[in-house]
Structure formats: structure tokens, C-alpha cells
């Protein structure tokens, strides 16, 4: 397979495009070229040999043309005179290794083709393995050796470690032990020992329809836990949660709700929206008005006797109890005593979810939500958004949890999209 050097620039343009479905194909496109490059330089004159497909890769036109590509009037020039730069520093320093550090995929692969060492930046970027789940599972013999462990105390005492293996597990990271018979018991890391997971839960709208709900209403009913970071495919009842744990303490340990997301498209864009600010936000905000809906359902003839026009969440939100924060403008503010909910917050970079948590003041607690694989920004990953950069570099605070809850529970239909589609 051979892919012409001007594809690669081609595919730089096209990533960008006005057409979602283009722009998408591209991005993709730049991936897979990208993922091939990690298994050999495509200088190679044999090409690369791609595993998966069993097929030679190589690129054609990086001597013949190159020089053509140089004084071309593409918007991209300034990439090439980079590249340019790169490679007289090559020759320059032939003593040493010379290293092109670029975001950009496309120069990334034609600085490979032209024979440069490049990298993507690190420090922005989380391994994969490093992402935390919350949860451990470690076998034991009984669960009859947990009572025996515990007691009559509410925690498992520090000199159980010799018993139980803990290693490896963070502060509000959930430990499930199972037996071989099957049965288990979910705990949750504390300071310095092990505690069983509430089962008093408050009397809410809805229950924990799963473990990973579970695991995410311990973290989000603990006053103590200041950051929670949700994450998991849609339908799975991050936001849900989320907001019924908010209106739940309204009033009690917080004085407001404040809910945000980014405002990044799914598709092709309307462009600009009528109306204040409210009315242009109110599109994206759809989705904590649905489960809002749910959350607080309205009596539409009840309301209508007392010449009540609004549903019930909306006089909470014209009350200033609940209160719409558009992402861009959220700097230089000072947060006390609130319960914050940032949506789709894979859309975010890290540098805006720096800006998102250290806007909270004392008594406020901030939840992160998101999806790693439904991405619409072109300029974030699966590795380098901000939602997963908060869950791995905060894993071992201890007013800081994570939880990712694998199932969906919106409908069927729902999940076979997240699984499928």
C-alpha cells in the first residue's frame, strides 16, 4: 500500500473541514497512518509491515517532491518550514539524536518519511494503563474471615494488610472481596484502612441499579470526597446521579447546583444561536434538563390550579438554586458551598479542567462526567482529555475518587449504540 506524500497533507486540510463526516474520515485516516508509523519507519524501502492486515506500507514522492511541497502556497507551509528546520538541525548535530516534538499527526509522519525521530508530547498525554477504574477485586477464602478481621469496628484495621494484600490501592478506590461460592462485599480505601461501602443510602428518586452506581453514590453522597470523577459510555447514569445526589443536599451542604459542559458540536454546527445567554445555552444543556425532568417530575394540572406555568426545576433554576455556567466564562470565579456538575467533559483539554476544578471554593464539591470514547473535539484523544488527566494525576488524593461504571441502564436500545454502533 502506498500512500502518496500529498495525501498526508491533503488529509491535514480535510481534518478541519466544515463536513463532519469528511473531517471525521480524516482524523481517522491520519490515526491509522499514525499507528502504522509506531510499527516502522515508512522510509523503510520495503515499507512497514502492518500486523493486523498483513500488508506493506510505505510513502511515495518524500525525495521527488519534496522540494515542490517546500515553496508550496498550502496553508500548511509553515509545518514545512518547521520540518525544514528539523532536518538542517539533523545535519547540523549528526553527533546527537534529533527529536521533532509535535501534536500534529500529518508532520509527524512526514517528518518519519523524510527519516526524523519525532515524539507527541508527554506530558498531557495519560498511559493507558495508568487510568483508574476504582475498583480492585481480590479473592478470599470466607467472607466469614471479614467479620473475624473486622469486629465490631466500623474499619478494617491497618494490621490487616499482613492478612489482605492492598497493594496498588488508592484512597477512595473500592475493593470487591469474593469467595469462592461467589459471594462478595464491596469495601472502600480510606486513609489508612478499608471500610465497608454505605449501605444506608439516603431515600432518593431512584436506586443503584448496578455496582458501579454503587461505588459512584458512595463517593458522591461523602462530603469529605471534594472531586469525583464519573466515568463510562452513555446510559450508564453519570449525570443522573449526579444531579440526584445535587438536589438531594440542596439546601443542606450546599447552597446552589451549577451545571456546565463545553460546547462542542456533535456534527455540523448551526453557528450562532438567538437570545441571552440562558437561550443560547439551552440547546446543549438538554441533557441535565431530561434527567432534571425525571429528577423532579411536574404536575402540569396542579401547577395550572395555582397558575404555575413553569415545571418544577425550572423555578429552582429562576430562583438561582440551580444556575447555568457556560464553560468559557467561568474563569476568575470563586465558588463557595456548591455542588458543580461538568458534562462531557472528554471534550475538555486538561488545561480547561485545571481551570473548571480550582474554581471551587470552600465546601464545594465538583463532579466530572464523561465518556473516554465519544470524542468530538479534533484536538483530544482517548488519553490526552481532560476528563481522564483529572482521574489518573488526582488517583491518590484523598479528597479525590474515580469510578467507571461499564454499564448502560438508559434502555436497551441505548446500549446496543454505546456497544455496537
Given at each position: 500500500?502506498?500512500?502518496?506524500?500529498?495525501?498526508v497533507?491533503?488529509?491535514?486540510d480535510?481534518?478541519?473541514?466544515?463536513?463532519?463526516?469528511?473531517?471525521?474520515?480524516?482524523?481517522?485516516?491520519?490515526?491509522?497512518?499514525?499507528?502504522?508509523?509506531?510499527?516502522?519507519?515508512?522510509?523503510?524501502?520495503?515499507?512497514?509491515?502492518?500486523?493486523?492486515?498483513?500488508?506493506?506500507?510505505?510513502?511515495?514522492?518524500q525525495?521527488?517532491?519534496?522540494?515542490?511541497?517546500?515553496?508550496?502556497?498550502?496553508?500548511?507551509?509553515?509545518?514545512?518550514?518547521?520540518?525544514?528546520?528539523?532536518?538542517?538541525?539533523?545535519?547540523?548535530?549528526?553527533?546527537?539524536?534529533?527529536?521533532?516534538?509535535?501534536?500534529?499527526v500529518?508532520?509527524?509522519?512526514?517528518?518519519?518519511?523524510?527519516?526524523?525521530?519525532?515524539?507527541d508530547?508527554?506530558?498531557?498525554?495519560?498511559?493507558?494503563?495508568?487510568?483508574?477504574?476504582?475498583?480492585?477485586?481480590?479473592?478470599?477464602?470466607?467472607?466469614?474471615?471479614?467479620?473475624?478481621?473486622?469486629?465490631?469496628?466500623?474499619?478494617?484495621?491497618?494490621?490487616?494488610?499482613?492478612?489482605?494484600?492492598?497493594?496498588?490501592?488508592?484512597?477512595?478506590?473500592?475493593?470487591?472481596?469474593?469467595?469462592?461460592?461467589?459471594?462478595?462485599?464491596?469495601?472502600?480505601?480510606?486513609?489508612?484502612?478499608?471500610?465497608?461501602?454505605?449501605?444506608?443510602?439516603?431515600?432518593?428518586?431512584?436506586?443503584?441499579?448496578?455496582?458501579?452506581?454503587?461505588?459512584?453514590?458512595?463517593?458522591?453522597?461523602?462530603?469529605?470526597?471534594?472531586?469525583?470523577?464519573?466515568?463510562?459510555?452513555?446510559?450508564?447514569?453519570?449525570?443522573?446521579?449526579?444531579?440526584?445526589?445535587?438536589?438531594h443536599?440542596?439546601?443542606?451542604?450546599?447552597?446552589?447546583?451549577?451545571?456546565?459542559?463545553?460546547?462542542?458540536?456533535?456534527?455540523?454546527?448551526?453557528?450562532?444561536?438567538?437570545?441571552?445567554?440562558?437561550?443560547?445555552?439551552?440547546?446543549?444543556?438538554?441533557?441535565?434538563?431530561?434527567n432534571?425532568?425525571?429528577?423532579?417530575?411536574?404536575?402540569?394540572?396542579?401547577?395550572?390550579?395555582?397558575?404555575?406555568?413553569?415545571?418544577?426545576?425550572?423555578?429552582?433554576?429562576?430562583?438561582?438554586?440551580?444556575?447555568?455556567?457556560?464553560?468559557?466564562?467561568?474563569?476568575g470565579?470563586?465558588?463557595?458551598?456548591?455542588?458543580?456538575?461538568?458534562?462531557?467533559?472528554?471534550?475538555?483539554?486538561?488545561?480547561?479542567?485545571?481551570?473548571?476544578?480550582?474554581?471551587?471554593?470552600?465546601?464545594?464539591?465538583?463532579?466530572?462526567?464523561?465518556?473516554?470514547?465519544?470524542i468530538?473535539?479534533?484536538?483530544?484523544?482517548?488519553?490526552?482529555?481532560?476528563?481522564?488527566?483529572?482521574?489518573?494525576?488526582?488517583?491518590?488524593?484523598?479528597?479525590?475518587?474515580?469510578?467507571?461504571?461499564?454499564?448502560?441502564?438508559?434502555?436497551?436500545?441505548?446500549?446496543?449504540?454505546?456497544?455496537?454502533?
Amino acid at each position: 500500500m502506498a500512500i502518496p506524500l500529498f495525501v498526508v497533507m491533503e488529509l491535514d486540510d480535510l481534518k478541519i473541514s466544515q463536513r463532519h463526516d469528511v473531517a471525521s474520515a480524516a482524523r481517522t485516516a491520519s490515526r491509522h497512518i499514525a499507528e502504522i508509523v509506531e510499527q516502522g519507519s515508512l522510509q523503510d524501502p520495503g515499507g512497514v509491515l502492518d500486523s493486523r492486515t498483513n500488508s506493506h506500507f510505505f510513502i511515495i514522492g518524500q525525495d521527488e517532491h519534496f522540494e515542490e511541497l517546500q515553496n508550496t502556497s498550502l496553508s500548511r507551509k509553515m509545518d514545512m518550514l518547521i520540518l525544514g528546520s528539523a532536518l538542517k538541525a539533523q545535519e547540523r548535530f549528526k553527533h546527537l539524536t534529533v527529536v521533532l516534538v509535535t501534536k500534529d499527526v500529518n508532520l509527524r509522519i512526514l517528518a518519519d518519511a523524510r527519516g526524523l525521530k519525532t515524539e507527541d508530547y508527554r506530558e498531557d498525554r495519560v498511559h493507558p494503563g495508568e487510568i483508574p477504574t476504582g475498583k480492585h477485586t481480590l479473592p478470599i477464602a470466607s467472607l466469614d474471615n471479614l467479620q473475624t478481621l473486622y469486629g465490631t469496628k466500623a474499619e478494617m484495621p491497618p494490621w490487616t494488610e499482613d492478612v489482605v494484600d492492598l497493594t496498588g490501592v488508592a484512597p477512595n478506590e473500592f475493593v470487591q472481596f469474593t469467595a469462592p461460592d461467589g459471594e462478595s462485599q464491596l469495601f472502600r480505601m480510606g486513609k489508612a484502612s478499608l471500610k465497608p461501602i454505605s449501605t444506608r443510602v439516603p431515600k432518593m428518586k431512584f436506586d443503584a441499579k448496578n455496582e458501579g452506581q454503587q461505588m459512584a453514590l458512595d463517593l458522591l453522597l461523602d462530603p469529605k470526597v471534594q472531586l469525583v470523577v464519573l466515568m463510562g459510555p452513555s446510559g450508564s447514569g453519570k449525570t443522573l446521579l449526579s444531579l440526584m445526589v445535587a438536589l438531594h443536599q440542596l439546601d443542606k451542604a450546599y447552597d446552589k447546583i451549577i451545571l456546565s459542559k463545553p460546547v462542542v458540536p456533535m456534527g455540523r454546527d448551526l453557528g450562532y444561536l438567538p437570545g441571552n445567554e440562558e437561550e443560547k445555552m439551552a440547546p446543549w444543556m438538554m441533557s441535565f434538563y431530561d434527567n432534571l425532568d425525571q429528577l423532579l417530575t411536574t404536575d402540569k394540572k396542579e401547577n395550572q390550579k395555582k397558575g404555575i406555568q413553569e415545571k418544577n426545576w425550572e423555578q429552582l433554576l429562576h430562583a438561582g438554586q440551580v444556575e447555568i455556567q457556560p464553560m468559557h466564562s467561568i474563569r476568575g470565579r470563586s465558588i463557595p458551598k456548591a455542588f458543580m456538575i461538568f458534562d462531557e467533559v472528554q471534550n475538555t483539554s486538561p488545561h480547561e479542567v485545571r481551570t473548571i476544578v480550582s474554581r471551587a471554593a470552600t465546601g464545594t464539591k465538583v463532579v466530572l462526567c464523561g465518556d473516554p470514547s465519544q470524542i468530538d473535539d479534533p484536538f483530544l484523544d482517548a488519553l490526552s482529555n481532560g476528563l481522564v488527566h483529572a482521574a489518573t494525576v488526582t488517583r491518590t488524593s484523598h479528597i479525590a475518587g474515580a469510578v467507571f461504571l461499564p454499564e448502560g441502564v438508559r434502555s436497551p436500545l441505548a446500549d446496543l449504540a454505546a456497544s455496537m454502533l
